[in-house]
């Protein structure tokens, strides 16, 4: 079976800062990979879908990159309302990554 | 506007079944694949099913963990989606997210409308 894993689990950063998180799948899945925003108390937000794609209406601050295993979330200046969950999903078996949480620094 | 709005959970013993709704308005959910995720409390998100369209003849597929205990189903023609929940296991208690599904061959599957989420809580 596919495991996926985010990296790190946390992070703290500041406004303004670029921040990179890394989704790792444990064999090759193409560009299948999607990227989701949480926050507290509230529903998942599509972020990317395939890679790269941007979903209607998420600002140009977040790109996605990758191919095979590894992909990476890049917010280039975190702006205040980023700070939140975010989760990769390999988009075929369905499997989401365990989360990496974004703090305030 | 796309809106899904989850209803049904609430506090059930072990053992017990529990069937939630998911209203759809925004969108005719016969030209869609629908998922339902959950999330148990500080946890992460699990994918617990999916139902396909009708052009996919309805098939239905499970995440390991509920399988032969849950049941999705749907009404098109009420734009409404069910997920019947039976055998409750304590490990079950968690809010509970239905999702539009977009497939797309060269892309895959990615859920881009979510519900707001309903808690289940199984305890004795």
């Known amino acids: 079976d596919i495991q996926m894993t985010q990296s790190p689990s946390s992070l703290s950063a500041s406004v303004g800062d670029r921040v990179t998180i890394t989704c790792r799948a444990s064999q090759s899945i193409s560009t299948y990979l999607n990227w989701y925003q949480q926050k507290p108390g509230k529903a998942p937000k599509l972020l990317l879908y395939a890679v790269s794609s941007l979903h209607s209406g998420v600002p140009s601050r977040f790109s996605g990159s990758g191919a095979g295993t590894d992909f990476t979330l890049t917010i280039s200046s975190l702006q205040p309302e980023d700070f939140a969950t975010y989760y990769c999903q390999h988009s075929y078996s369905t499997l989401f990554g365990q989360g990496t949480r974004l703090e305030i620094k | 506007e796309v809106q899904l709005e989850e209803s049904g959970g609430g506090l059930v013993q072990p053992g017990g079944s529990l069937t939630l709704s998911c209203a759809v308005s925004g969108f005719s959910i016969s030209d869609h694949y629908m998922d339902w995720v959950r999330q148990a409390p500080g946890k992460g998100l699990e994918w617990v099913g999916r139902?396909?369209?009708?052009?996919?003849?309805?098939?239905?597929e499970y995440a390991a963990s509920v399988k032969g205990r849950f049941t999705l189903s749907r009404d098109d023609s009420s734009n409404s989606l069910y997920l019947q929940m039976n055998s409750l296991k304590t490990e079950d208690t968690a809010v509970y997210y239905c999702?539009?599904?977009?497939?797309?061959?060269?892309?895959?599957?990615?859920?881009?409308?979510w519900g707001q989420g309903t808690l289940v809580t199984v305890s004795s």
């Open positions: 999702a539009r599904v977009m497939v797309d061959f060269l892309t895959g599957y990615y859920l881009d409308y």
């Open positions: 139902t396909r369209n009708m052009a996919n003849s309805y098939i239905t």
